[in-house]
């Protein structure tokens, strides 16, 4: 039985399964914990509310170490308390992979809920941090680059953000507070989730690419990889961090930067090239 | 965004696999998501709450047929309907066995939430429909017996029972409001459950076999497979009916039965017998 002082709830579910959205050898339990709760607290965040709890459904083999699992709620419970949220409660089965259920809540204080509809043309497009460096983390970790012991602090961020992304979630309520008229969590990647604003709102999007914010790691792992650091900017999900979009002429919230516009028409343009089905080209 | 007037949410949530929990060779999709459906919002009636909304986390391989998940939702969808609940959202991801993740929202309506705990000496011990028609189902299923033509309704009811509970959600509510003392939904079997609220609340219970309701179909399959009815009775899961305390001298509330009354002490006994660890022996 969970407080709900506004008198609605906001309530979102995921599934994450092992091998496809996380690798155990990839990442340690704490770190899976982190970001499987994070995940599902910035889904709450990008609808303008705040994360009040999280249940917990946890399928697994009968070899798997009980440490590992109290170490996966051990780092949910830190990427809760980062959010202010409680974990309430859940259920534990036994299955042949791991696969984790999470379920968040949270609540309005009072404020509409935003949703993917309302952006308009001419409404300025804004991001509440860097993105695309967990996929520059993903790609590092693939390559062997990031056991290089001479990796530099640049290219770890990017590992660690990988590893465990630390979504801002007062962003989603702020933006809320500041009139955001549409807003979305980058879980997919940004053309691909832009795009889904751009459905639901009837609006196109112009994205500039040079404004986009915390290039500099995302340049030097390209240097390292041969890779083009956009592609991760673009099309690399699982940053958390949250896409809104403003009326023209309103300041923007401390800590979002603008980097695009909406328009008249449908899609996403990124620096006027047409972003791919789904996202953008060059990552498919 | 769901409403809750009452400014409390009560949540739930429950993993179901495919061998473990159902079997898509003996239930119909329709019938697997209704009953999920069931499982889950008993959960929430069992706090004596109104069920309001499902969240469906689906895992499932590519080659599961599109119908038998559509069939799956609408199952989800009936049950919802017959509870007053809507199917609010969900996930879908892909994976090698299907698995349902359910989350359960409910709402108490000002009254306060009934645990397990509240049960006292003296108090009586009622139910609010019949216990182990799933499991003679389910024996029946096991046998072949279930595909005898000449089957008849009684039998034919408890493959029903097996298949798609119908738990009488609004009997939560109704004996929280007739002041329930404690309250649990039955799932592992009837000694099982009135054992945990005999642990929380620090009390023993004693149960009347002969008290318990929907005998007659129970002992019809029993004499078809020479089994013993009150093991289904007493050990058998998934009827989803309501076990609750009420004071001594209050007025029962219609529709439930008073089958035993709780004392001091530990434990669950059945007609003077103990009930084995974890439930009733001959389950065991």
Redesign the interface.
């Known amino acids: 039985?969970?407080?709900?002082?506004?008198?609605?709830?906001?309530?979102?579910?995921?599934?994450?399964?092992e091998g496809?959205?996380f690798r155990r050898d990839w990442s340690g339990p704490v770190d899976i914990g982190a970001k499987a709760a994070a995940q599902n607290m910035a889904d709450i965040a990008a609808?303008g509310a705040v994360p009040t709890?999280l249940?917990?459904?946890?399928?697994t083999p009968g070899w798997l170490a009980a440490d590992w699992v109290l170490d996966l709620v051990r780092g949910m419970l830190a990427e809760c308390e980062r959010a202010g949220a409680t974990l309430?409660?859940?259920?534990?089965?036994?299955?042949?992979?791991v696969?984790l259920?999470i379920?968040a809540?949270g609540d309005?204080a009072g404020r509409q809920?935003v949703t993917r509809q309302g952006a308009r043309p001419g409404d300025l497009l804004a991001i509440s941090g860097p993105v695309g460096w967990s996929a520059a983390g993903l790609a590092l970790l693939a390559s062997g680059a990031a056991d290089r012991a001479d990796l530099g602090a640049d290219l770890a961020a990017l590992v660690a953000a990988h590893r465990r992304p630390q979504p801002r979630y007062q962003a989603g309520p702020q933006a809320a507070r500041c009139g955001a008229t549409a807003m979305i969590d980058i879980s997919d990647g940004l053309v691909a989730d832009v795009g889904h604003v751009a459905s639901a709102s009837g609006v196109g999007f112009q994205i500039h690419a040079a404004d986009l914010p915390g290039q500099a790691p995302l340049r030097a792992a390209a240097a390292l990889l041969g890779d083009d650091w956009r592609d991760w900017a673009l099309a690399g999900g699982e940053d958390h961090a949250l896409a809104a979009t403003f009326r023209a002429g309103q300041p923007q919230p401390d800590g979002w930067k603008v980097i695009g516009a909406a328009r008249e028409g449908a899609g996403v343009l990124v620096d006027s090239q047409q972003g791919g089905r789904g996202g953008w080209d060059h990552f498919r």
Do not use: Q, Y
């Open positions: 039985v969970l407080r709900v002082p506004d008198g609605r709830v906001v309530a979102s579910t995921d599934l994450l399964v496809r959205h609808m709890a249940l917990l459904g946890l399928a309430a409660g859940g259920d534990v089965v036994s299955a042949d992979a696969m259920a379920s809540l309005l809920p």
